[in-house]
C-alpha cells in the first residue's frame, strides 16, 4: 500500500519531469482535455466535469482514506444504505494469513439489513415507484416489457409469499435454473427478501451440472422454466431439470417443489413433462399471493448467495457471498466505475447466471434505483437496433462480443444513431488493444470513456477498474485499483514486487464483498486462494504494473506460457495476433517444445472472405515479431474457423492445449461449449 500510494502520489505530482505527459499534469490540475498521446485516451473536458470522480487528484484522496481509515471510508458509504440496525463497533474483521489461523472475513458484523429491501422498497418509498427498474427485450423484435420498481416490487413479494408458504425459511438454499427472462432477477429478490440463500444455474448447463449443484447444496425448492428458445432453437429447461432431480434424489438430495415458469413463446404445458405433486407451474399459484410482504432482516454477514465457479481441479466451488459487505460494495462500485446517473438507461449484456449478472445487472443497478434492460439471447446484429430503442447510456459486455461485432464490420454500427451512449464496459477477460480501439472509436466514436473492469466470482465486485473521467485511458489496461482495494504483484517466491513489475496478481486485506468462503469446504477455500501466497488472497491472474502505476491483467497464470526461460503471456501474443488486420481472433496455447521447454501455438480465425495462405501465415508470425519479440514468435498457426467457447464467451484453453498436442481423445467434457461441432472443425484443420 505504501508503495501503491507513494507511486500514485508520484504519479499525480510528476516529480521531476519524469513522465513526459503534460495532459495528465494538467488534468491533476483540473484541467480536462480530449485528446490522444503516448497511447493514453484522455476524457473529454464536457465528460470529466460532470463525473463523480473527475480528476485524478480527487481520485487519489479518496483512494488514500479508503486505504489509511477503511471503517471509516467504509462506514460513511454504508450509511448511505438502510439498515435496520447499526453495525457494531468493529465495522471489519480479517485474516487472511493462514500463518496465524482460520482465514476469515468479515464486514459490518452486527448491522441488520436487506438487500431486496435496499433495492426495492427503498427506491419505492423515496418515490421512484413508477421509474421503470428492468427493460426486457426478447429473442425476436416486437417481444419485450417492462417493470417499473413499484411493478417489480409486488412480483417480487409474490414469489416471496409463495416461497415462504411452502416452508422455505432464512437460510434455506434454492437453486433457480432460469434463462434470461425477468423471473430470474425476480426470483433472486424474492430469496433474498425472505432470507434464502439463492444458487442461480446458468441455464445452459447440463443436467449432471445441474444435478451436482443440487447435491451439494440440497435446496428444497428449484424454481425453472419449462423451455428457452435461442435463436431457432428450442432448449427444452423442464427435461434438464428432471434429470437431474432425478440424479440427486438417487444420491440423497430429493427436491420437494419444482416451481415451472410457463414460458409460452417457447413451449406449451402439454408437451412439458410433468410430475404431480412436486412439479407446480408457476402462472397458476404465484399471482395468487398478496402483493406485499414483509421483510426479513437478516445479519450483514448472514449468506446473501452461492454461486458455482469451475476451478483448474475437482468439483466446481461454491463460492459465498453475505449480504451487508456485498450490497455496499456493488452497489458503489457500479456508481463509480460506470459514473451512473439518475438518468441513465443501463445495459449489461450478461445473463444472471454468472457473477456480472449477479452483481451488475440485479443488485448493483438496482441498488442505485437505475434503469436496466435485461438481455435474453438477441442477435448480436441487433445490438446497436436496441440501444437506439431504449437510449442506452451505459453499455457493459465482453471482449469476445466485441470483437465478433468487429469481424461482422463497421457497417453494422454506423447504420444506427448511438448517441444516447456514454459509457461503455468490458468484463471478463483482457481487451485487447485493436479491439479497445475499435470499441472506442467506432462504437463509441471517441466520446465514451470504457471501463476494463477486472474482477471475479470471487471479489463480488470491480477490483481494478477505470474511473471514466478521472484518468486518462491506456487501451487494454484496466488502469487502478477501486477505492479500498490493494493489489501487489508477488514474484514466484511470494515477495512484493515494486514499480514496473509482472507477476501473480494477489489482494492484500480484505474489502467488502470478498467471498467468506467455498461452502461447505473452508479448507479448500484456504488452500486454493490463501496458502499459494501467505498473507495474500491469491487471484490466479497474471499481472504487469507500468511505470505509470496502471496495471494491465495478462491473463490466469496457468495460461503464462514459459519459452526459453521467457515469460510469455498468452493474452500478449494474441493482442498482437488480433491487431493484424487479417486477424479476427487468436488463441494462444503452450505446447511442449524438445529445445526451448515450451513452444507457442496459436489458434487464428481470421475475419470473414480472408483466404489461409502461406503468405498470411508468415505475415502473422512476423506481427508478433515485431511487436513482442522474436522470442514470442509462433511455432504453430493452426487455421480455425471458429474457437471453443464457454456459454458465457470464455475461450476453453484446456480444449486447446489437448488438439495443440495432439492428445484428440483426451478432450474431455465438450458438451458446455457454446457449439462443440467447433472441435471437429479444428481436428480436421489440425495439420494443413
Ligand atoms: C467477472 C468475471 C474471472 C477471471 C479473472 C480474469 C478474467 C475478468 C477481466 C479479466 C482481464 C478484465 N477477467 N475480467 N481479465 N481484464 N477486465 O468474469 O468473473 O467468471 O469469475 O472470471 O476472468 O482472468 O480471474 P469470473
Known sequence: TENHLRHMESLATLPSGARKIPQLNAMILGEAMASEENDLVYPSEEFSLQAHVPRPAKYLEMYKRSVEDPAGFWSDIASEFYWEQKWGQQVYSENLDVRKGTVNIEWFKGGITN??????????ESGNGDKVALYWEGNDPGFD??????????????????????????????????????????AMLACARIGAVHSVVFAGFSAESLAQRIMDCKPKVVLTSNAVRRGAKVIGLKDIVDAALLESAKNGASVDIC????????????????????????????????????????????????????GSTGKPKGVLHTTGGYMVYTGTTFKYAFDYKPSDVYWCTADCGWITGHSYVTYGPLLNGATCLAPTYPAAGRCWEIVDKYKVTIFYTAPT???????????????????????????????????????????????????????????????????????????????????????????????????????????????????????????????????????????????????????????????????????????????????????????????????????????????????????????????????????????????????????SGKIMRRILRKIASRQLGELGDTSTLADPSVVDQLIALADV
Open 115 to 124: 438487500i431486496c429491501y435496499n433495492c426495492l422498497d427503498r427506491n419505492v
Open 145 to 186: 416489457g417492462s417493470l417499473t420498481y413499484k411493478q417489480l416490487l409486488a412480483q417480487v413479494c409474490q414469489l416471496a409469499n409463495y416461497l415462504k408458504d411452502v416452508g422455505v425459511k432464512k437460510g434455506d438454499a434454492v437453486v433457480i435454473y432460469l434463462p434470461m427472462l425477468m423471473e430470474l432477477p425476480i
Open 259 to 310: 416451481l415451472t415458469y410457463e414460458n409460452k413463446s417457447a413451449m406449451t404445458r402439454e408437451s412439458t413433462n410433468w410430475k404431480e405433486r412436486r412439479d407446480i407451474w408457476w402462472q397458476d399459484v404465484v399471482p395468487k399471493y398478496p402483493a406485499t410482504c414483509d421483510v426479513e432482516w437478516v445479519d450483514a454477514e448472514d449468506p446473501l448467495f452461492l454461486l458455482y465457479t469451475s
Open 401 to 647: 462480443l466485441v470483437r465478433s461485432l468487429m469481424r461482422a464490420g463497421d457497417e453494422y454500427v454506423t447504420r444506427y444513431s448511438r448517441k444516447s451512449l456514454r459509457v461503455l464496459g468490458s468484463v471478463g477477460e483482457p481487451i485487447n488493444p485493436s479491439a479497445w480501439r475499435w470499441f472506442f472509436n467506432v462504437v463509441g466514436e471517441s466520446r465514451c470513456p470504457i471501463s476494463d473492469t477486472w474482477w471475479q466470482t470471487e471479489t463480488g465486485g470491480f477490483m481494478i477498474t477505470p474511473l471514466p473521467g478521472a484518468w486518462p485511458q491506456k487501451p487494454g489496461s484496466a488502469t487502478y485499483p477501486f477505492f479500498g482495494v490493494q493489489p501487489v504483484i508477488v514474484d514466484e517466491k511470494g515477495n512484493e514486487i515494486e514499480g514496473e513489475c509482472s507477476g501473480y496478481l494477489c489482494i492484500k486485506h480484505s474489502w467488502p464483498s470478498a467471498f467468506r468462503t467455498l461452502y461447505g469446504d473452508h479448507e479448500r477455500y484456504e488452500t486454493t486462494y490463501f496458502k499459494p501466497f501467505p498473507g495474500y488472497y491469491f487471484t490466479g491472474d497474471g499481472c504487469s504494473r507500468d511505470n505509470d502505476g496502471y496495471y494491465w491483467l495478462t491473463g490466469r497464470v496457468d495460461d503464462v506460457i514459459n519459452v526459453s526461460g521467457h515469460r510469455i503471456g498468452t493474452a500478449e501474443v494474441e493482442s498482437a495476433l488480433v491487431s493484424h488486420p487479417q486477424c479476427a481472433e487468436a488463441a494462444v496455447v503452450g505446447v511442449e517444445h524438445e529445445v526451448k521447454g515450451q513452444g507457442i501455438y496459436v489458434f487464428v480465425t481470421l475475419v470473414e472472405g480472408v483466404p489461409c495462405t502461406e503468405e498470411l501465415r508468415k505475415s502473422l508470425i512476423q506481427t508478433v515479431r515485431s511487436q513482442i519479440g522474436a522470442f514470442a514468435a509462433p511455432d504453430k498457426i493452426h487455421w480455425a474457423p471458429g474457437l471453443p467457447k464457454t456459454r
